[in-house]
């Protein structure tokens, strides 16, 4: 069965300044995408960037990018710029092809003015 | 374009009772799951529907079941409830399988 891992709890980053968030996940197939979402106080999942196992190149939407490791099963989350807006739980999830969601349990980020 | 709406917002019951919870889809998507995500944890899927057929099935007791109708949207119902059936209960669409986009959620809290 497909797990995903989030071994950070919280993480915690000063206004401005990078933070990545870290996500490793267990599978056996090789067609999959993985995803960042973000939840905050409101609970609203939100998506905020999306990666196709096939392909090579490191997804990046505006101030979030990914670093992913297909061999080492790793997909962190990078936030250039941290705002404070970006407060929130950040899930990282699994999906294969018509299958069910699998989320990790979760990072809490604290972003400090 | 709406995004995937869920009614109700918030909901109180007791135990025994049977709730019903409705999520109409993204305009276009014809795949709905289901998810419960109790405090302080991620989510944890529930039900899958693409084209009104069951897709696919989490690890939850026959008390819940679900059903997905012509115009795709779809409901979750969950029977003599418990008090540990209290959480945050999320309806996601999507095109096919790919990205999955969240609603609002159905808050039920079971007394």
């Known amino acids: 069965a497909q797990t995903v891992t989030q071994s950070q709890p919280e993480m915690s980053v000063q206004e401005a300044e990078t933070v990545t968030l870290s996500c490793t996940y267990d599978?056996?197939?090789?067609?999959?995408?993985l995803f960042w979402y973000k939840q905050p106080p409101s609970r609203q999942m939100i998506l905020v960037i999306r990666q196709e196992a096939y392909k090579q190149q490191n997804a990046t939407e505006n101030r979030f990018s990914v670093n992913f490791q297909k061999a080492a099963k790793s997909f962190s989350l990078k936030i250039s710029d941290s705002q404070l807006g970006d407060a929130a739980m950040y899930f990282c999830?699994?999906?294969?092809?018509?299958?069910?969601?699998?989320f990790g349990a979760g990072t809490r980020l604290t972003v400090k003015p | 374009d709406a995004g995937v709406t869920q009614s109700p917002t918030h909901l109180i019951k007791t135990r025994g009772q049977h709730v019903t919870l409705r999520c109409s889809p993204i305009?276009?998507?014809?795949?709905v799951s289901w998810y419960q995500q109790v405090l302080g944890q991620g989510p944890q899927f529930i039900f899958q529907?693409?084209?009104?057929?069951?897709?696919g099935r989490g690890n939850f007791p026959d008390r819940f079941s679900a059903r997905q109708f012509p115009n795709y949207s779809s409901e979750l119902n969950v029977n003599a409830l418990l008090l540990g059936d209290s959480a945050l209960y999320l309806c996601a669409s999507s095109l096919g399988a790919q990205t999955q986009y969240f609603g609002p959620g159905t808050r039920l809290l079971v007394l």
């Open positions: 529907y693409y084209e009104k057929e069951e897709r």
């Open positions: 599978t056996s197939e090789s067609d999959y995408y």
């Open positions: 305009s276009g998507h014809k795949s």
């Open positions: 999830a699994y999906r294969s092809a018509f299958n069910d969601m699998r």
